[in-house]
C-alpha cells in the first residue's frame, strides 16, 4: 500500500467520522441517526485500514525472512522467541 493511499485511506475514514459527528449534533430526529451510521461506518473503515496495515506489515517481516533463508542467513531472533513449554536460559 502506498503513502498516498494510505493518506487518501485513512482521510476518507476522518472526514467520514467527522460529518457524520457534525451531523449528528446539527441534525434531528431521522436524520441525526443517518449521520451516526455516517459515524459509524467512518470507525469501521478506519480499524480495517488498521488491521490491513498489521497484516501488510506480517507480510513484509515474512518476505524478509525469506530472503534471508535463501541468502543462507539464519532469521533474525526476536526477544519474544523461545519455545514454549521449557524454562528460560539465563545467560
Known amino acids: 500500500m502506498s503513502r498516498r493511499a494510505r493518506i487518501i485511506g485513512f482521510g476518507s475514514a476522518a472526514l467520514l467520522i ?3 459527528g457534525v451531523g449528528a449534533v446539527v441534525l434531528s430526529g431521522l436524520a441525526s441517526d443517518l449521520a451516526l ?8 473503515l ?11 506489515s506480517e507480510d513484509r517481516e515474512r518476505a524478509r ?9 539464519p532469521p533474525a531472533r526476536r526477544p519474544l522467541d523461545r519455545m514454549r513449554g521449557r524454562p ?3 545467560r
Open 18 to 20: 467527522m460529518a457524520g
Open 88 to 90: 528460560r536460559r539465563l
Open 65 to 73: 525472512e525469506e530472503a534471508r533463508r535463501r541468502k543462507g542467513r
Open 37 to 44: 451510521g455516517v459515524m459509524g461506518l467512518g470507525f469501521v
Open 46 to 56: 478506519a480499524v480495517s485500514l488498521v488491521f490491513l496495515e498489521v497484516g501488510l
